[in-house]
């Protein structure tokens, strides 16, 4: 069992049940509320080659309201071995996500190399360049190496609130208050090659990201 492997307490383990079981429920409660409008939604179909994936990227800050967003879609997701990563795999099998466990600190290269098999098989990932951890807003190598290797094109998004309340994590967590509105923009894919320097691709992606973070804010309160 997943707890067995993690370590935890009882009173972890009963953590991890409660917010599992009733965390799918708040969410799709809280997300059924929300205004939500997608801007440029035509860019994901034009991204996808037959046969293959795209891997969304956005900042760790936006997990929340995406995770509603994308619910039921079948796209694969990297959780980490440890109490919070396990409460976000049982969240996010029981919204419709594929989960891949690993972490950067964990497990890393093997749940690196589980999440480039789903991508040849043609899934969509998720990935979210600043996580687990951050620093925030900081990208990180594994999201190129992923799609290098699989040929499936970067789709960077982001995604707005007219009200929200932002947690003090290192990420600003974004949760946006009921009946409020929400903005996804989505950005021109991304492609890169191993020999375009990872500082040059990094900057690429995170221009694109801070970009679409500032439309998408504008278009949810306009």
């Known amino acids: 069992m997943a707890e067995a492997r993690l370590g935890l307490s009882l009173g972890d383990r009963i953590l991890v049940g409660a917010a599992g079981a009733?965390?799918?429920?708040?969410?799709?409660?809280?997300?059924?509320?929300?205004?939500?409008?997608?801007?440029?939604?035509?860019?994901?179909?034009?991204?996808?080659?037959?046969?293959?994936?795209v891997i969304y990227a956005f900042w760790h800050g936006f997990l929340l309201p995406l995770e509603y967003v994308y619910r039921g879609s079948n796209v694969h997701v990297l959780s980490s071995w440890h109490r919070d990563g396990e409460i976000s795999a049982r969240l996010m099998t029981r919204l419709g996500y594929g989960v891949v466990r690993g972490s950067t600190s964990r497990g890393s290269a093997r749940g690196?190399?589980?999440?480039?098999?789903?991508?040849?098989?043609?899934?969509?990932?998720?990935?979210?360049?600043?996580?687990?951890?951050?620093?925030?807003?900081?990208?990180s190598r594994g999201i190129f190496y992923l799609s290098e290797k699989s040929g499936a094109p970067i789709v960077p998004a982001a995604v707005g609130?007219?009200?929200?309340?932002?947690?003090?994590?290192?990420?600003?967590?974004?949760?946006?208050?009921?009946?409020?509105?929400?903005?996804?923009?989505?950005?021109?894919?991304?492609?890169?090659?191993?020999?375009?320097?990872?500082?040059?691709?990094?900057?690429?992606?995170?221009?694109?990201?801070?970009?679409?973070?500032?439309?998408?804010?504008?278009?949810?309160?306009?």
């Open 22 to 53: 009733v965390g799918p429920v708040l969410l799709r409660l809280l997300g059924s509320t929300w205004r939500i409008t997608v801007a440029r939604e035509d860019i994901v179909a034009r991204a996808r080659e037959p046969g293959k994936g």
């Open 112 to 139: 690196l190399m589980r999440m480039l098999g789903k991508a040849v098989e043609g899934f969509d990932l998720a990935i979210t360049p600043d996580g687990p951890r951050g620093p925030a807003r900081t990208v």
């Open 161 to 222: 609130a007219s009200r929200a309340k932002h947690l003090s994590s290192w990420d600003s967590f974004m949760v946006p208050v009921p009946f409020a509105r929400l903005a996804v923009a989505y950005g021109e894919p991304l492609r890169t090659t191993a020999d375009e320097p990872f500082e040059q691709k990094a900057e690429r992606l995170k221009a694109s990201l801070d970009r679409l973070s500032d439309e998408a804010a504008s278009l949810a309160r306009s």
